[in-house]
C-alpha cells in the first residue's frame, strides 16, 4: 500500500455530498462535521446533529460511509456521533432557514429524494429498460417516482413507458421568475411515475437532432431548474451513454446523485463500464451497484443460453467495489413491454421478477426513503424561536 493520499479537504469535499435532508443542506456548509481525518486507511469523522434522536442518524451514516468509503486509500469508515451546541443550532437554523428562502435551492428537486443515476459505459446495454422497470416496480410500492431522460438525443423513455402528450407548463407562482414545465404522470397500481423527457417536447427524433446544440444541450439543466417536479420519493436518471458532459454537468447539479451501473456479461461491455464507474468516483457520486442485463436467456425447455457471456457482472462489481444488485434475463417481453409502453416489470415473468427484487433491495437495504414522520426532532419547527427578528 502507498502513503495515504487523503487529506481533510478531500474528506470535506466528499462529505459536501452528503444532505441534510431536513435542513436542505449539505452536512459540512451546516457546521455539523466537527472533524475528518483519515489515519492508516481509516476515516475518522465526528457529526453533530440537531438533537441526538432523529431517525435522519441512519441515513446521514450510510450517505457518509458510501461516500466516504469511495475514496482511494480509505478502507474503513468511523462514525463519532456528537450534538449542537444551543448557539451552533441556532446557526444552523439560520442557514437552513435562508436556504428554505432562497429557494434558490438550486434544483426544484427536493432534498429528500433520493436520486439514482443509471449510467453505462455504452449504448444499447438497456439504461433505459432498467430505468423505466425500476421506476414502475417502486411505483407500484406505492412511491412517487420521477423519470428524468437525461438521454437528450437517444430518449426513448416516453415510449418505453407509454407516455406521448407534450410537456405542459404552469404560469409562474408567487416569488417564481418564470413558470414551470410540469411533467408527465403514469399511475402503477398504488404509485405515481412523473416522467420529462426531451421527447414529450420535441415531435420526432429527427428534430431533436435538428436541435442538437442548440437549446438540448441545456435541455438537463432545464429538467433541474424549471420542471415542478413536487414531490418524489425516487429520481432516476436515464443518462446517455458513456462519460461526458451531461454526466458531468449532473454531478455538479445533484450532488445527492447515486449512480448504479448496468453492463451485459460480455467482458467488452465490463470493460467500459469501468470507465464509468471511475468517472463517478471523481465526481464524488457513490456507486450503489452493478445491474448485469441481457444475462443468460432460458429456453422454453429450461435449458439455459448465454447468449451475450457470462459473469460480466460479478466481474464488473469486483472490479469497483460494489455490490452485484441483479442479473435481468434476456427476454423477449423486457424488449416489447418497452415497445408496447406497458414495462415488463408490470407484468410477470422472471425479468420482472428480478427488477422487483432489485427495487425491493434499494428500498430496504440501499437507499430506503427518507421517512421525516417518524423524526421526534423535527428541528425546522424550532426555527421562529431562534430567529425572533425576522
Ligand atoms: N433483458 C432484456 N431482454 C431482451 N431485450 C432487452 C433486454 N434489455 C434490453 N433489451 C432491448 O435491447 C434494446 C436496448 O435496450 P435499451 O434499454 O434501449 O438500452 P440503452 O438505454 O442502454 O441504450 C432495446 O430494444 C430493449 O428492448
Ligand atoms: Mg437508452
New binding site residues.
Given amino acids: 500500500m502507498s502513503e495515504p493520499s487523503v487529506d481533510e479537504s478531500e474528506v470535506l469535499a466528499i462529505l459536501r455530498g452528503v444532505m441534510d435532508p431536513e435542513l436542505g443542506d449539505n452536512i459540512v456548509d451546516l457546521g455539523m462535521v466537527r472533524s475528518a481525518y483519515v489515519e492508516q486507511g481509516t476515516a475518522h469523522i465526528t457529526i453533530a446533529l440537531t438533537t441526538a434522536g432523529c431517525p435522519l442518524r441512519a441515513t446521514i451514516k450510510r450517505d457518509c460511509e458510501s461516500r466516504v468509503s469511495s475514496l482511494p486509500d480509505v478502507s474503513n469508515v468511523q462514525l463519532h456521533w456528537d450534538e449542537l451546541t444551543a448557539d451552533e443550532r441556532t446557526r444552523v437554523m439560520q442557514r437552513a432557514r435562508a436556504n428554505a428562502r432562497d429557494t434558490a435551492a438550486p434544483t426544484q428537486i427536493p432534498p429528500r429524494a433520493r436520486v439514482i443515476s443509471i449510467a453505462?459505459g455504452k449504448?444499447?446495454?438497456?439504461?433505459?429498460?432498467v430505468t423505466v422497470n425500476l421506476a414502475t416496480a417502486l411505483a407500484s410500492k406505492g412511491f412517487t417516482v420521477g423519470v428524468l431522460d437525461a438521454d437528450i438525443w437517444g430518449f426513448?423513455v416516453p415510449r418505453m413507458l407509454g407516455v406521448d402528450s407534450r410537456l405542459s407548463a404552469r404560469p409562474a407562482s408567487a416569488g417564481e421568475e418564470r413558470g414551470k414545465i410540469v411533467p408527465e404522470e403514469r399511475r402503477e397500481g398504488p404509485g405515481v411515475i412523473k416522467v420529462v423527457s426531451t421527447g414529450l417536447m420535441v415531435e420526432t427524433e429527427e428534430t431533436a437532432l435538428m436541435w442538437r446544440g442548440l437549446m438540448l444541450a441545456k435541455a438537463v439543466e432545464q429538467f433541474l431548474h424549471d420542471v415542478d417536479w413536487g414531490e418524489v420519493d425516487y429520481l432516476l436518471i436515464d443518462m446517455p451513454?458513456g462519460t461526458g458532459d451531461v454526466q458531468m454537468a449532473l454531478a455538479r447539479l445533484l450532488p445527492q446523485a447515486e449512480m448504479m451501473v448496468?453492463t451485459t456479461p460480455a467482458l467488452s461491455a465490463q470493460k467500459v463500464a469501468v470507465r464509468v464507474a471511475d468517472m463517478a468516483r471523481r465526481s464524488h457520486m457513490p456507486v450503489l451497484g452493478v445491474i448485469e442485463?441481457?444475462s443468460a436467456f432460458t429456453a422454453p425447455d429450461g435449458s439455459s443460453w448465454p447468449l451475450f457471456g457470462e459473469g460480466g457482472g460479478e466481474r464488473l462489481a469486483a472490479e469497483i467495489g460494489a455490490p452485484l444488485l441483479g442479473s435481468?434475463?434476456?427476454?423477449?417481453a423486457?424488449?416489447t413491454g418497452?415497445d408496447t409502453g406497458q414495462p415488463v416489470a408490470s407484468a410477470g415473468g422472471r425479468?420482472s421478477e428480478v427488477f422487483h427484487t432489485i427495487a425491493t433491495r434499494i428500498v430496504e437495504e440501499i437507499l430506503p426513503p427518507v421517512n421525516m414522520d417518524d423524526c421526534t426532532a423535527s428541528s425546522l419547527t424550532e426555527v421562529p424561536v431562534a430567529l425572533p427578528n425576522e
Fill in positions: 453505462s449504448g444499447g446495454v438497456g439504461k433505459s429498460s426513448s451513454p448496468v442485463n441481457m435481468v434475463p434476456l427476454e423477449a423486457v424488449s418497452g425479468a
